[in-house]
């Protein structure tokens, strides 16, 4: 049975207010620390109260390390942890895929989902639609089933960047156990996949000389794999998700 069926049969740990309210806060604290974040820290703590232990303490631990840290020390272990080690890397669909071409096929899938639930990402300045503050700002605010659905198929993805920051000793571990406590613990064909990829990594193809992480050719713009309606107008597909604000 492949893990799509299986976590789709799966019952969340959380009621459906705990969960978005979860995933929400899990979401600001894994995006760039930006002077707002300090201004949030009272707003998240009270959100974070009404959350159960499991979610609720690893969060508390990193609300308090944001509290006791400067700002540009933030920001520097951000991206010592994010940008510079490919093992933190917020994208889920590196792990299973690296830098091949399947990557590209795989990214389309993630915008097809948020297309269905109405929702564009913000393409100027926007992060990829795989970038797990993305993937649980959707689940939170616009569509739980189809974020509970992409976590879940890249739950694989999740448990390895839980044992990068770990290894790293890093403070925004206790953010990604607080997501994990959200989601199924990791079982048969995961489990198998897991120690494939920490045996081996990821697929190391390269997609060629094109940066585009979609390679030479963008699959998004494939009408056979991202279907759109015939002259329809980007703006009647729904709310827009702004993320990435520029560093």
Request: charged residues 25%; aromatic residues 6%; negative net charge.
């Amino acid at each position: 049975m492949g893990p799509w069926r299986r976590h789709r049969r799966a019952t969340p740990r959380l009621r459906p207010r705990q969960q978005a309210d979860a995933w929400q806060v899990v979401s600001l604290l894994l995006e760039y620390p930006e002077p707002l974040l300090l201004e949030r820290v009272p707003l998240l703590r009270e959100v974070t109260a009404t959350l159960p232990d499991p979610v609720a303490a690893p969060l508390r631990r990193f609300l308090d390390h944001v509290g006791a840290t400067p700002l540009a020390a933030l920001q520097t272990d951000y991206v010592d942890t994010f940008d510079v080690t490919r093992r933190c890397c917020l994208h889920l669909t590196y792990f299973t895929h690296g830098d091949t071409r399947r990557r590209g096929v795989a990214l389309v899938q993630f915008k097809q989902a948020y297309r269905r639930a109405g929702v564009v990402l913000a393409d100027e300045q926007a992060e990829l639609p795989d970038h797990l503050a993305v993937v649980l700002e959707f689940g939170a605010a616009h569509d739980p089933d189809a974020g509970w659905r992409l976590l879940n198929d890249h739950r694989v993805g999740i448990e390895l960047l839980h044992r990068a920051l770990r290894h790293r000793e890093s403070p925004w571990l206790d953010v990604v156990e607080a997501l994990r406590a959200t989601l199924p613990p990791l079982e048969g064909d995961d489990e198998v996949a897991l120690r494939r990829l920490i045996a081996q990594g990821p697929p190391q193809e390269q997609v060629g000389l094109d940066s585009s992480p979609y390679g030479s050719h963008d699959p998004a713009l494939d009408p056979r794999l991202n279907p759109r309606p015939a002259g329809a107008d980007p703006q009647d597909l729904g709310p827009t998700i702004p993320v990435g604000a520029p560093r």
